[in-house]
C-alpha cells in the first residue's frame, strides 16, 4: 500500500474520497441572534448535532460547550468528528460552540476574580449566560446530557481558563473540562520578579477550595506555546502553569490520568492547528464509546 501511495498519490486520494468518505454528517443549527439578558447582548452559536439527532429515540446525547466556537472551522472539528464516528471512537455527541466577540477579554476570565488590569470582569456575567439562559433554552430544542457526568466544557488560550473557572464554580453543569493552552497566567497582581509565579488567579482559587467530587480534568500545553520563562527554571512559563496547576489539584485528592489527563505537545504551538491536532485526544477522553 505504501509502494502504491508512492507511486500514485493522486489515484489514491481520488479512490479514497470515492470509497471510504465518512459515513456520518453532521447537521449545524445557528442560532445567531440568542439575547442574553445577562450579557446584554446577542450571542452567536452553533450547534453540532449528531445524525439522527431528531428521529433516534435516546433521550440525550454527551454534550460539549465550546468557548471561542468562532474557532471550529480552524481547528477542522466537524471533520475530527465525523472521522471518530466513522472509526467508532467516540459516543456520537452534541456540540455547543459559543463565538466570542469584541468583549471577549471581559467575558472569559475567572467568575468573580478579574485580573490585576480588571480584565475578565464579566466573567460572571458570562456564566450565568451559560448556566442560568443558555443551557435552558437548549434543552427545549435539543437532546442535550441531562447529568454532569456526559457534559464537558473546553476552551482554547483564555477561553480554556474561563472553561476550568465554569467547571470549577459549576461542577453541577460540567464533569469534565478541556483546557487547550489555557491562559494559566491570569494573576490579580502585576508581574514581580521577586515573586515569579505568585498571585495566580486559577492556581490560588484551586488551593483555597474544596474538592470537587466527579469533576476531570485535560491539560494541554505545547512547548513552543510561548519563549517566556519568568522564573528561569529552563521551562516555558505555559508549561510551568499548566503542571503548577496539576500540582495545586492533586493536593486535593484529584489523581494523575484518572482524573487529570495532561497532554504536552512537542513543538506544539498557541494556535489552532495545533489544538486541532490535539482535539481527537481530548474528545476520546471526554466521551468515550458508550452503550445506546
Excluded: C
Aim: charged share 30%; net charge positive; no cysteine.
Amino acid at each position: 500500500m505504501q509502494f502504491l501511495k508512492k507511486q500514485f498519490p493522486k489515484k489514491i486520494r481520488f479512490l479514497n474520497k470515492i470509497f471510504f468518505q465518512p459515513e456520518y454528517s453532521l447537521e449545524t443549527h445557528s442560532l445567531q441572534n440568542f439575547f442574553s439578558e445577562a450579557l446584554q447582548r446577542t450571542v452567536h452559536i452553533d450547534v453540532l448535532l449528531p445524525p439522527g439527532h431528531f428521529s433516534e429515540a435516546r433521550e440525550s446525547y454527551p454534550t460539549l460547550f465550546l468557548n471561542d466556537g468562532q474557532d471550529i472551522p480552524s481547528i477542522g472539528l466537524a471533520d475530527t468528528l465525523e472521522r471518530l464516528y466513522t472509526r467508532k471512537k467516540i459516543s456520537e455527541i452534541i456540540v455547543v460552540a459559543i463565538h466570542a466577540n469584541q468583549n471577549r477579554m471581559q467575558e472569559y476570565g475567572i467568575p468573580g476574580r478579574p485580573d490585576y488590569k480588571k480584565r475578565g470582569a464579566r466573567a460572571k456575567e458570562y456564566a450565568d449566560f451559560l448556566v442560568q439562559e443558555l443551557i435552558p433554552e437548549l434543552r427545549k430544542r435539543y437532546k442535550i446530557a441531562d447529568t454532569s457526568a456526559r457534559t464537558a466544557i473546553a476552551g482554547f488560550s483564555l477561553g480554556g481558563l474561563s472553561a476550568f473557572g465554569l467547571a470549577w464554580f459549576y461542577p453541577g453543569a460540567f464533569g469534565k473540562v478541556g483546557v487547550f493552552s489555557g491562559s494559566l497566567w491570569w494573576r490579580s497582581k502585576a508581574f514581580s520578579a521577586k515573586a515569579p509565579d505568585a498571585h495566580r488567579i486559577v492556581h490560588e482559587m484551586v488551593a483555597g477550595s474544596t474538592r470537587r467530587e466527579g469533576l476531570r480534568f485535560w491539560l494541554q500545553a505545547g512547548t513552543e506555546d510561548e519563549q517566556e520563562d519568568r522564573n528561569n527554571n529552563g521551562i516555558i512559563d505555559a508549561i510551568d502553569d499548566t503542571l503548577d496547576l496539576i500540582k495545586e489539584l492533586k493536593k486535593l485528592g484529584y489523581r494523575q490520568e484518572e482524573d487529570v489527563r495532561y497532554v504536552e505537545v512537542k513543538g506544539g504551538r498557541h494556535d489552532p492547528k495545533t489544538w486541532g491536532k490535539v482535539m481527537p485526544d481530548f474528545l476520546q477522553w471526554a466521551f468515550p464509546k458508550e452503550p445506546h
